[in-house]
């Protein structure tokens, strides 16, 4: 079976051929349009998704050698994301379905981050845990099957992509600044720094907070001119992403242990941060298990191996990712 994944929630533009041996091709376009603003702007991901997504859907039939009428399935995400660049997969999908006559399969994003394990470990089993911390979501799910997620703890501010994209605009780095802000905390060594708070949430100890460590480092920073601020940089990173990292080694730890399940899966754009992959590691030992970096941001071979997954159990309807819900 051929499937085709389009993913265009926010400001990647990606299309994917999967078939049941694997990853045919899978092509990104990384909006740098928004680096300007310091944050997505809507309207020109919208603009630029439309630009894009013919001549990826082109790039990547051409790269198998394949004619659009091998395609068995359209999976595109239809859900959360900017309307807008929603609208722009799912037009583009509907299209081809009306010209071809292919069924078309709506995909949860945070269903696609989830499914990015399968990708690389299809034989991982259920139950398993896992963890999608992105620049719009960070959540924790015990995955009982392919669509049967139940939420144990979601942030109730900021999610942790938006932190450190947060942070580094704070720190005079472009966006997106998580790659950055890894990169400027492996400089710091064993230099002496701050250190900044990571919140615990008594009510719903499952659940994330980062907007208080975000007014940590405002108020770590206020008063500060550039060249001393400059020259802590690396310090501050390492001290901030360490916060990130602990929440989420925290949350992850205690859902093992309320679960009694140990295999975790740590999906997003933030599970490319390879302090976050060592800390995970070091506490959960070797049941944790994460998709190549590629596979961890925002792509369409994570909504095909959804798409194609849902399809095989006839499971038309879109699961429920929020607290509590079950499909
Ligand atoms: O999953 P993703 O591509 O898009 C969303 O669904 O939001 O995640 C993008 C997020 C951005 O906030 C980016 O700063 C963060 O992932 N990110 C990282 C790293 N690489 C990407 N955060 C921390 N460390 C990284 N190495
Ligand atoms: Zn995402």
Same mark, same amino acid.
Request: net charge negative.
């Given at each position: 079976?051929?499937?085709?994944?389009?993913?265009?929630?926010?400001?990647?533009?990606?299309?994917?051929?999967?078939?049941?041996?694997?990853?045919?091709?899978?092509?990104?376009?990384?909006?740098?349009?928004?680096?300007?603003?310091?944050?997505?702007?809507?309207?020109?991901?919208?603009?630029?998704?439309?630009?894009?997504?013919?001549?990826?859907?082109?790039?990547?039939?051409?790269?198998?050698?394949?004619?659009?009428?091998?395609?068995?399935?359209?999976?595109?995400?239809?859900?959360?994301?900017?309307?807008?660049?929603?609208?722009?997969?799912?037009?583009?999908?509907?299209?081809?379905?009306?010209?071809?006559?292919?069924?078309?399969?709506?995909?949860?994003?945070?269903?696609?981050?989830?499914?990015?394990?399968?990708?690389?470990?299809?034989?991982?089993?259920?139950?398993?845990?896992?963890?999608?911390?992105?620049?719009?979501?960070?959540?924790?799910?015990?995955?009982?099957?392919?669509?049967?997620?139940?939420?144990?703890?979601?942030?109730?501010?900021?999610?942790?992509?938006?932190?450190?994209?947060?942070?580094?605009?704070?720190? %005079?780095?472009?966006?997106?600044? +998580? *790659?950055?802000? #890894?990169?400027?905390? /492996? =400089?710091? !060594? @064993?230099?002496?720094?701050?250190?900044?708070?990571?919140?615990?949430?008594?009510?719903?100890?499952?659940?994330?907070?980062?907007?208080?460590?975000?007014?940590?480092?405002?108020?770590?920073?206020?008063?500060?001119?550039?060249?001393?601020?400059?020259?802590?940089?690396?310090?501050?990173?390492?001290?901030?992403?360490?916060?990130?990292?602990?929440?989420?080694?925290?949350?992850?730890?205690?859902?093992?242990?309320?679960?009694?399940?140990?295999?975790?899966?740590?999906? %997003?754009?933030?599970?490319?941060? +390879? *302090?976050?992959? #060592?800390?995970?590691? /070091? =506490?959960? !030992? @070797?049941?944790?298990?994460?998709?190549?970096?590629?596979?961890?941001?925002?792509?369409?071979?994570?909504?095909?191996?959804?798409?194609?997954?849902?399809?095989?159990?006839?499971?038309?309807?879109?699961?429920?990712?929020?607290?509590?819900?079950?499909?």
């Amino acid at each position: 079976m051929i499937t085709l994944g389009i993913e265009t929630s926010c400001d990647e533009t990606s299309v994917a051929l999967l078939s049941d041996q694997g990853i045919i091709a899978n092509k990104v376009y990384s909006q740098l349009e928004h680096a300007a603003y310091g944050g997505v702007v809507p309207e020109v991901a919208s603009r630029a998704h439309l630009e894009k997504i013919d001549r990826l859907a082109a790039g990547v039939l051409d790269e198998a050698s394949l004619p659009i009428d091998r395609i068995d399935l359209i999976a595109v995400t239809d859900s959360p994301g900017l309307a807008g660049a929603l609208l722009i997969g799912i037009s583009f999908a509907l299209g081809l379905h009306v010209r071809h006559s292919i069924p078309v399969c709506g995909i949860n994003h945070l269903e696609g981050h989830i499914c990015a394990i399968l990708l690389e470990y299809p034989d991982i089993g259920f139950p398993f845990l896992a963890i999608v911390a992105s620049g719009g979501h960070t959540a924790i799910y015990r995955v009982d099957d392919i669509g049967t997620y139940a939420c144990l703890g979601q942030t109730v501010d900021d999610a942790a992509g938006e932190a450190f994209d947060k942070a580094g605009k704070m720190l %005079g780095f472009p966006y997106p600044a +998580g *790659r950055t802000i #890894e990169e400027e905390a /492996q =400089r710091a !060594g @064993s230099a002496a720094g701050p250190s900044f708070p990571v919140a615990r949430m008594p009510g719903a100890p499952g659940n994330f907070s980062f907007s208080g460590l975000k007014t940590a480092l405002k108020y770590y920073l206020n008063g500060k001119d550039a060249d001393a601020v400059r020259a802590e940089r690396p310090a501050i990173c390492r001290a901030f992403q360490e916060a990130v990292v602990t929440s989420i080694v925290n949350n992850c730890a205690d859902a093992a242990e309320k679960t009694g399940i140990g295999r975790l899966a740590l999906c %997003g754009g933030v599970a490319c941060n +390879g *302090r976050l992959r #060592e800390a995970l590691r /070091q =506490r959960l !030992g @070797s049941q944790v298990y994460f998709p190549r970096p590629s596979l961890c941001t925002d792509n369409g071979a994570m909504i095909a191996c959804a798409g194609v997954n849902r399809f095989n159990r006839a499971m038309l309807r879109a699961p429920r990712m929020d607290p509590g819900g079950t499909l």
